[in-house]
């Protein structure tokens, strides 16, 4: 929504049924849950959405978050009618590309909604990289970058030598098998855990309060826990790790535009789904890839999914990170060199309502 409006010149206003979680993430949002201006955006409460006066000329729908009927009876008499884009969930699957773009007409209105799928190819709706983030990253990976994340999040007995490890995951069968690696290694390991589930997994595991501030260390492992973090601040972890867990959308991608390796966990879904998309990703991310580096990367990236125990997968995987890391950083650069994810929407709305 930044994007579209301080770099493509649109008007956005965005409804947003979760404030709380929405000012963690941009702290800039008022604590009253009521209509704001945000570095240019029209924030406004989900429940207003029925009494919106106009619906614009272009309604994207995230995550098929079901519009309310009031708005739905606005879209249905505006003119001229406007564009309806379901912005649909990441995947790198081969079939988006046949269905990105294309209408779907919706019976309740009689209007058409056009499906635009994220994705890691030219033929897809590209990924979310607002201006600057690539800067950003390589400015906190400067040489002062470790030790300014020290001075804010003190960590007794820290070092900026350590291997740097995030962790952001749903619950995982595999996380005490992980922990009891890192706290065996030879390298020091420095492990940053934002508040939330994965940071009471650890807190159950190691038995450390879960709670902001404190650390703990069992061996060659230290635990440092995090507050949640605000997305710059985020940003700024993923790029100063060595190595990034991510789970879900959002923290998979911005994993990606760090440029270092990371190991992903999908959202679980009905009947396995999840792995196809998982298996669906790694193909794409391992193309060109050594082969014996590959198989390195797939055995933890499935051990993970699984749930399951890591100790035979994970000390290939800790001596592959040197290779792991160059290759992230390629991979970083191939997706950067397409447009964006704002940019391709623009265009695409504009074919649309021309």
């Known amino acids: 929504a930044n994007t579209l409006v301080n770099t493509h010149g649109r008007w956005v206003r965005l409804w947003v049924d979760d404030w709380e979680a929405l000012r963690q993430l941009v702290p800039e949002v008022c604590a009253e849950r009521a209509?704001?201006?945000?570095?240019?955006v029209e924030v406004f409460p989900w429940e207003l959405a029925d009494q919106a006066g106009d619906c614009g000329g272009c309604v994207v729908e995230a995550f098929a978050c079901a519009l309310p009927l009031g708005y739905l009876a606005r879209m249905r008499t505006h003119q001229p009618a406007p564009a309806w884009i379901n912005l649909e969930y990441l995947s790198a699957e081969d079939w988006i590309e046949e269905c990105h773009g294309l209408p779907s007409p919706d019976p309740q209105t009689g209007l058409d909604k056009r499906f635009f799928f994220p994705g890691f190819t030219e033929r897809s709706g590209g990924l979310i990289r607002e201006p600057g983030l690539l800067e950003r990253r390589d400015a906190a990976q400067g040489m002062d970058g470790r030790a300014l994340w020290l001075a804010r999040h003190v960590t007794p007995g820290a070092s900026a030598a350590s291997r740097w490890v995030s962790l952001f995951c749903y619950a995982n069968g595999g996380l005490p098998s992980l922990l009891a690696c890192w706290q065996r290694s030879a390298q020091p390991i420095l492990l940053w855990v934002p508040a939330g589930m994965a940071l009471r997994q650890v807190g159950e595991i190691l038995g450390m309060p879960p709670v902001a501030?404190?650390?703990?260390?069992?061996?060659?492992?230290?635990?440092r826990a995090l507050p949640f973090l605000s997305m710059r601040d985020y940003d700024a972890l993923l790029a100063l790790c060595d190595l990034n867990f991510v789970r879900g959308e959002d923290s998979f991608v911005r994993a990606q535009w760090a440029a270092r390796p990371m190991v992903w966990q999908a959202y679980r879904q009905a009947e396995d789904a999840h792995l196809v998309k998982l298996d669906a990703f790694l193909a794409r991310y391992t193309a060109g890839l050594d082969p014996a580096l590959a198989l390195t990367l797939r055995a933890v990236w499935q051990a993970w999914n699984a749930g399951s125990d890591l100790n035979e997968a994970w000390p290939a995987f800790d001596r592959a990170l040197p290779a792991l890391s160059r290759h992230a950083r390629q991979w970083c650069a191939s997706l950067?060199?397409?447009?964006?994810?704002?940019e391709r929407l623009v265009e695409f709305v504009d074919t649309i309502v021309k």
């Open 35 to 40: 209509p704001c201006l945000v570095d240019g």
């Open 213 to 223: 501030g404190q650390c703990l260390q069992a061996g060659s492992l230290t635990v």
């Open 336 to 342: 950067a060199r397409q447009k964006d994810l704002a």
